[in-house]
DNA sequence: CTTATGACCTGATAGC
DNA sequence: TGCTATCAGGTCATAA
């Protein structure tokens, strides 16, 4: 479910709630959620490998661990222990990392498939009813960033036009299409790649190459402002989004096109257009955004 | 190499 | 009430 701008108010609830705290005890309820290093494919694809995955210890969960910080790149949470092992968490379309605090019970626990404990006897959890997202265990930073987070474009939140330009390249298909990749960009996704082509007045049918230096500004510009207005909102919580404090974001309120397919435009009062753009559907207005500007 | 498509899952909702 | 069809915020392997 989430993007980058529920990622972040994740991270920062969560380091909150972490930060100096030991893990005291760690436990899967279901291996095929996390990878471990060395464990086949090593990644999402949990299916059609025949080799069995590793034996995940105690250790590779974070136990023993002192939680130093709470990291993020994109739409992927690090979280780095003072000697340096990390726990990496994708949450996918529904996943959810939440805490409770001792004594208390969770919301809900429905899909839980890993549970930490720490030191204050508080408890952490990470569920994912349907378990697109997953963990990843590090060894150490470098092991993170050489498997990960390389692997993923600079963090949307402080793009600059040059930068976007430069990994968007020529690129010959649709910019909507290039903003939900992440090898370009990371943490822009169905939401905010329509809100951030609303706010930078593009069509998201406009070809990516054909888009003109002063676009790129704009479109840079917009998506930075569409994030950082998302986070002061505390994200956008659609359905499932809970921070972890198991609180929803208010930032839907602020959508000026996503989900209004059919209503009016805010800017031009003309009719919102959806369409299935890059296999994902897609709100825009048809005046306001035109292919080529 | 680049680009497009289907697949992976569960749950909520709309329509009959 | 209960059934079926459709849709959902993400990413990957595979095919063209």
Redesign the pocket.
């Known amino acids: ?3 980058l701008p ?1 990622v972040e108010t994740l991270r920062r609830t969560l380091e909150a709630a972490l930060r100096g705290r030991t893990i005291v005890d760690a436990r899967v309820h279901r291996r ?1 959620m996390v990878v471990a290093p060395g464990d086949p ?8 490998e025949t080799r069995a995955p590793v034996r995940l210890t105690r250790a590779m969960m974070l136990s023993e661990g002192r939680v130093e910080r709470v990291d993020r790149l ?3 949470l690090a979280i780095v222990a003072d000697d340096g092992r990390v726990i990496e968490i ?5 996943g959810q990392v939440l805490v409770a605090a001792r004594g208390r019970r969770l919301a809900s626990g ?2 839980v498939h890993v549970r930490w404990r720490l030191d204050t006897g508080d408890r952490v959890v990470f569920r994912d ?5 997953g963990i990843w265990t590090h060894e150490n930073e470098d092991a993170l960033r050489e498997r990960s987070w390389s ?2 474009g600079p963090d949307a939140l402080t793009i600059d036009a040059r930068v976007l330009r430069l990994r968007a ?6 910019i909507k ?2 903003l ?1 990749d ?2 370009v960009l ?1 943490g ?6 329509d809100e951030a082509l609303f706010g930078a007045r593009i069509s998201p049918r406009a070809v ?2 054909d888009l003109e230096p002063a676009t790129w500004r704009r479109l840079a510009g917009s998506i930075r402002g569409v994030l950082g207005r998302a986070i002061a909102a505390r ?7 809970r921070d972890a404090r198991g609180e929803v ?1 208010e930032g839907g309120t602020t959508l000026r096109v ?2 209004r397919g059919g209503l009016a435009c805010g800017r031009c009062g003309g009719e919102l257009f ?1 369409e ?1 753009i ?4 897609t709100t825009w207005c048809p005046v306001c955004q035109p292919v080529s500007a």
């Open positions: 479910m989430p993007e529920e095929d494919a090593g990644g999402w694809s949990r299916s059609g994109g739409k992927r994708h949450l996918g379309m529904s429905e899909h009813p349907r378990r697109f997202g692997r993923v390249g020529d690129s010959a298909r649709v299409a290039v939900l992440q090898r990371a822009v996704g169905n939401i905010y790649a990516t190459a994200g956008t919580t659609l359905r499932d989004y974001g996503y989900g959806s299935t890059a296999q994902r559907t």
